[in-house]
């Protein structure tokens, strides 16, 4: 009697402390699982479920950590076991919605994240989850009103905010993707992928130093969205801050080691325009090592040498960059400049009229004017002296030209 009461005293305290030292080992596996160690997860869930084979939470962590170690058919087998024990189990429907996601197996995925939606509707990342398979299988529509339902649940969710205005953006809906994306920095500013965005949206509306201060905010944040730095470049070269344009176009050459013939061509122009006609002048020649026959960069280097009061040794450039491309038209355009020079009227004017041809500028209608003027015809010198003007030429006293030529 006294030795079946203490049997049974025993048994009633084993099961209390087995179940603890369970529960033990399966918060263990959590803790190895939120570190990263994937292969120490499956290793402590398989004890967990080889003690207690109906621990479902176990085989959906191990189902976790199989989807991470690129074990797929594991990971599945795993969840539907998960599933058959603890039917609706939301987490494993959750998590295996990831893992079709990732397969970019987006239907089923679809599938799990909706039925985790109808039993909680607000779950954040369920919701950007869908929205994300929307977009990839091309339901944009769909992915919108998704993001949109949670703005409207009044869910504070920076991601919900910037995936609605990518959507927005892809649209040509500038202005209500840089509301999102407004919206996504007020929730965390440190979002830099955010700023960048909606950099460019304010570049397609011509806002450009509001894109210039989000630009310098990326880089300001992180230096690993290449693109940044090129349109930034490109904003820089436009405002006229060469030096700043090479700087940035420098920094994808050399970081990220771009060979890019038209890269090298925009450093080589942002050096030019910024008087350092040595460097431009090496850029254009690293242009040509890339691309051969790229007649800007040889009419680059007859620029430099025009620039350094080397007329002589830009023609034979020149010519060379014409055999290359006929319809060159800044290449007649500076070599008729330097025949109009040497008092060579004919042939000036037999250039900058190709120059007209192939990319009409105002500063060839006013040398071609002139051209004519010396050589007598009075009324064609003004038709292109007035041309000069209409189409926006400022210089060489046009104005007055006009006056003189045209009474």
Known sequence: MIMRKLLFLIFIFTIPVANAQLSRLYDNGVALFKQGDYKGTKIIMTRVINKSEYYFEAYTYRAMAYEQLGM???????????????????????????????????????????????????YVKAILYRGRAYEATGRRDDAIADYSSAIKMNLKSYEIYYRRGLLFEKKNMPKDAIWDYDDAIALNDRFAPAYFHRGKMYQIREKDSLALTDFNKVTELTDTIKEVYELRGDLNFKLGNYNAAAEDYSVIINKYRVRDGNLYYKRAEAYYLDSNYSQAYKEYSRVLKVKPRYDKAVVGQAKVYMARGKPASALPLLRKALAFNPNNGEAYYLRGLIFFEQKKYEEAKADFDQSIKHEPRPAAYFYRGSCKYESGDKYGACLDLQQAIKTGYKENDVEEAVKRVCR
């Open 72 to 122: 797929p058919d594991s990971a599945k087998a795993d969840f539907e076991k998960a599933l058959e024990i603890k039917p609706g189990y939301l987490p494993a429907i959750f998590y295996r919605g990831v893992m079709y996601f990732n397969l970019k197996d987006y239907d089923k995925a679809i599938a799990d994240f909706t039925t985790v939606l109808s039993k909680r509707p607000k």
